[in-house]
């Protein structure tokens, strides 16, 4: 099928829209810009955050994680990316008894933050120690 061949008035109108089109797509564009870290967050499947949060977690605890863990972990990494989420949860990890883990409490703010330091080789220790006793019993024999 033919099309009409197009009048001058055509090519205005066209060239109006793409203007604007252009004009809005430069606004989102300079709207995006001042945010930075949202532009170059790297993206990582469900599979692979879930995997890695649950290998963390296992070698800091020695257990499976329960299904809970990762439903407070999902809206943090949702809103700050894994990349920076990872470091920063596996720090609260290792400073935090299982009995006291509340992702859900802590993490976001220690991310907000910018919460990430080594751990000192007393406190590692210590903590240690307490995780042991949770973990054994405060008897010694599983009581």
Known sequence: MLEPPRTLEWYVREVG?????????????????????????V??????????????FRAVYG????????AHV?????????????PVLKQYMEETPLKFLNVAKCL?????LGRV???????RRRLNGLNALIQGGLKGDGT
């Open 17 to 41: 829209r793409l203007e604007q089109a252009l004009a809005a797509a430069e606004r989102e564009l300079a709207a995006f810009k001042g945010t930075p870290e949202l532009a170059l967050a």
């Open 63 to 70: 257990v499976d994680p329960p299904a809970q863990f990762f």
């Open 43 to 56: 993206v990582v499947s469900a599979q692979q955050w879930n995997r890695e949060a649950a290998d963390d």
């Open 108 to 112: 976001s703010s220690r991310i907000a």
């Open 117 to 123: 330091r080594e751990v000192s080789p007393a406190a």
């Open 74 to 86: 999902k809206p943090v990494a949702k809103l700050h990316g894994w990349s920076k989420t990872r």
